[in-house]
């Protein structure tokens, strides 16, 4: 039996899992429901394909381009179309999907808790919120025992820590942290804590400490200050100007980072592993570098690992892997945290959290108990180490099985693979827009990056023997394509 197909006790903590849910009540009763319903759908829906991609073109913003399907429902790491077609996920929703498609664990936290309050506002606490939190902030200060700096300091109490936000999207999540950055710039300003002359110059107009500093390859979000960090022309161009005071460096070069990091820079937004931007990993010495300068000039340090955290890197955030003098003040954070249904949250240490006043921030529905329920749920089995563990031994399978399968291929096609746990992406020549489109075709769902890289973001507890078929499906779309591939 191939080393990849043991029964490793990671493979058998998924099993244990998946028992343990199937044996709620009342998600066997939904996911069985759920499931009876979409087969009915296909078996005679209202809506033809043709008819529902009619509807979108004639009712819909023009926003996306996308293949002629329409997706009815999903069980697991599979999604199924309208015509009965089956398409093993290797995109989760763009890294969303983390426990899989119908999860009865979620859709038991959705049923129950539908029943129950959906949405109550700020103006009133719910039961959910600041367990989700607590949640959060707990799992994250003992993941990461070494941790002393930004998020992981303690304040002056000595036991206060970081405090959680929520919002409704990662981008609105990173349109807070820039926001929560604004207001600390202000506040380093009129302490005149930078030295004299500087500090003099602040106090007389703190809203100079305003710069943001991101960096090539970065994607952050649509909104406008979050598309204002985000810098790739196809994205901002259309929508200039953008807000003021931000500059691009470039990613993993430590030797400009002086000039563009100063003392009037509030806040430097970076992803330690950019996913948008083709699965470029942040070296260890480039975060060290931007610690080191953010605390030289008062500047927030901001992860977003909307896309890399929560599990995706094998870590319950990827920032984990490196040394804490690479520690955030601030960490963004959306895509699994629910499995799909709309949640995000920033994640601010004490000293950020200290300068933040009721009222300077908001949202109607960010917090709701739907939502939170559900992260709660989703964290709960995210955190565990058992399945932490077991995302770092999938990654390493996939990639494993990557390197045999695209072998023949590097250094002409393909350029290389790279990558940590299950956010994986493999670069190539040229545009792999065929390949994506071979894939679909073929049962296999892929999802394009930057640099003519495609993207594997599959469920984080997709079994091996779905790993490897994937892998296999990849490999034959490129033999298919190799003749004509420029």
């Known amino acids: 039996m191939s080393s990849l197909l043991k029964p490793t006790a990671s493979l058998r903590f998924f099993a244990a899992s998946a028992r343990r849910g199937a044996s709620a009540r009342v998600s066997r009763s939904l996911y069985r429901g759920y499931h009876a319903s979409g087969a009915q759908m296909n078996a005679g829906s209202e809506h033809s ?74 103006l009133y606490h719910n039961i959910w919120a600041p367990k989700l939190a607590q949640d959060i902030v707990t799992a994250t200060v003992e993941s990461y025992p070494q941790g002393t700096q930004g998020i992981y300091a303690k304040g002056a109490d000595g036991t206060s820590g970081p405090r959680v936000f929520f919002t409704n999207s990662g ?20 302490s005149g804590t930078l030295g004299k002359s500087t500090s003099e110059a602040l106090r007389g107009d703190p809203n100079l400490k305003c710069g943001i500093v991101s960096f090539t390859g ?58 948008e931007g083709g699965i470029n990993t942040a070296q260890v010495e480039f975060l060290q570098a931007l610690r080191r300068r953010c605390d030289q000039v008062g500047a927030l340090l901001i992860y977003d690992e909307i896309q890399c955290g929560l599990g995706r890197s094998g870590k319950l955030w990827a920032h984990q892997a490196y040394p804490a003098d690479c520690s955030p003040d ?114 296999l769902l892929l999802v394009a990056a930057g640099k003519n890289t495609v993207r594997l973001v599959p469920p984080l507890n997709t079994g091996i023997s779905d790993l490897k078929r994937g892998v296999t499906i990849i490999a034959q779309c490129i033999k298919k394509l190799a003749p004509e591939w420029k």
């Open 49 to 122: 394909t043709s008819e529902t991609i009619s509807s979108a073109d004639t009712f819909m913003v023009k926003s996306y381009s996308r293949p002629e399907i329409v997706l009815s429902h999903g069980k697991g790491s599979y999604l199924y179309d309208t015509n009965n077609n089956e398409y093993l996920d290797f995109t989760a929703g763009i890294a969303v999907v983390a426990l899989g498609h119908a999860n009865p664990d979620v859709a038991a936290a959705v049923a129950d808790q539908a029943t129950k309050l959906v949405h109550c506002s700020n």
């Open 171 to 190: 981008t609105e999540a990173n349109e807070g942290a820039l926001k929560f950055a604004r207001k600390y710039g202000k506040y380093v300003a009129e």
């Open 218 to 275: 970065g994607f952050h979000g649509r909104s406008m200050g979050a598309l204002s960090v985000t810098a790739n022309p196809k994205y901002q161009k259309p929508f200039t100007p953008l807000i003021p005071g931000v500059s691009t460096a470039e990613f993993n070069n430590t030797s400009e980072l002086g000039a563009f990091v100063d003392e009037r820079t509030c806040a430097v937004i970076v992803e330690p592993i950019q996913g």
């Open 330 to 443: 601030i960490v963004t954070m959306a895509k699994p945290l629910a499995n799909g249904i709309p949640i995000g949250a920033i994640m601010i240490s004490d000293k950020v959290a200290k300068v933040m006043n009721v009222g300077e921030h908001g949202t109607t529905f960010g917090g709701n108990p739907l939502a939170c329920r559900v992260g709660c749920t989703v964290f709960g089995q995210i955190k565990a180490p058992e399945f932490l563990s077991s995302v770092d031994a999938a990654g390493k399978a996939l990639d494993q099985e990557l390197k045999q399968a695209l072998a023949p291929y590097i250094g002409s096609i393909v350029v290389e693979t790279r990558g940590t746990g299950l956010l994986r992406g493999i670069r190539f020549s040229s545009d792999p827009s065929k390949l994506v489109g071979l894939a679909c075709e073929n049962g």
